[in-house]
T-cell receptor
Framework: EDQVTQSPEALRLQEGESSSLNCSYTVSGLRGLFWYRQDPGKGPEFLFTLYSAGEEKEKERLKATLTKKESFLHITAPKPEDSATYLCAVGGAQKLVFGQGTRLTINP | NAGVTQTPKFRILKIGQSMTLQCTQDMNHNYMYWYRQDPGMGLKLIYYSVGAGITDKGEVPNGYNVSRSTTEDFPLRLELAAPSQTSVYFC???????????????FGNGTRLTVT
């Protein structure tokens, strides 16, 4: 069965303290792994798509990486405005499965 | 460019009432989706559509209905509201060249529904 598990559920960091969020997955025939950012009261906002193991994408302080079993979202020197819930979703041949998200809080 | 627009933003229903959640997109995407998001849970697919006139059930379709008469609009209907339908509902759209999930979804800002 296709599954996506994100860890940790919540993460609190100080401004400038780098860390990583994890997305572990099992899927039949990976078509794409997606990272989204969701602010309170808003819909998920697309960040990255990764298609194959070894691929990396960067945007400002965020870098997403992909292996055959998991993806990491690395956050370098985060700022308070990076506080949000980060969602991972895995697209297979038949369906798209979302993780439950990691709630990230960056304290100034 | 508005993207995906949902109305209303908030709604309170009594048990047994009906309502329609509206969704429209201006990106000319063929695929449209309805998800619900409950605390601590991943987004769950309710219904989806691959084009005008074509809809199909997702993971949690019971208690809901949809229609797709145009490319732009994809309304979600709740016929007999129940407390279990209290949730945040998101509409999304995507462009997919093939029938597989390799394109990102673009989401609206959601409708927060409470059934009491």
């Amino acid at each position: 069965e296709d599954q996506v598990t994100q860890s940790p559920e919540a993460l609190r960091l100080q401004e400038g303290e780098s860390s990583s969020l994890n997305c572990s997955y099992t899927v039949s025939g990976l078509r794409g792994l997606f990272w989204y950012r969701q602010d309170p009261g808003k819909g998920p906002e697309f960040l990255f798509t990764l298609y194959s193991a070894g691929e990396e994408k960067e945007k400002e302080r965020l870098k997403a990486t992909l292996t055959k079993k998991e993806s990491f979202l690395h956050i370098t020197a985060p700022k308070p405005e990076d506080s949000a819930t980060y969602l991972c979703a895995v697209g297979g041949a038949q369906k798209l499965v979302f993780g439950q998200g990691t709630r990230l809080t960056i304290n100034p | 460019n508005a993207g995906v627009t949902q109305t209303p933003k908030f709604r309170i229903l009594k048990i047994g009432q009906s309502m329609t959640l509206q969704c429209t997109q201006d990106m000319n995407h063929n695929y449209m989706y309805w998800y619900r998001q409950d605390p601590g849970m991943g987004l769950k697919l309710i219904y989806y559509s691959v084009g005008a006139g074509i809809t199909d059930k997702g993971e949690v379709p019971n208690g809901y209905n949809v229609s797709r008469s145009t490319t732009e609009d994809f309304p979600l209907r709740l016929e007999l509201a129940a407390p279990s339908q209290t949730s945040v509902y998101f509409c999304a759209s995507s462009y997919q060249g093939q029938r597989s999930y390799n394109s990102p979804l673009h989401f609206g800002n959601g409708t927060r529904l409470t059934v009491t």
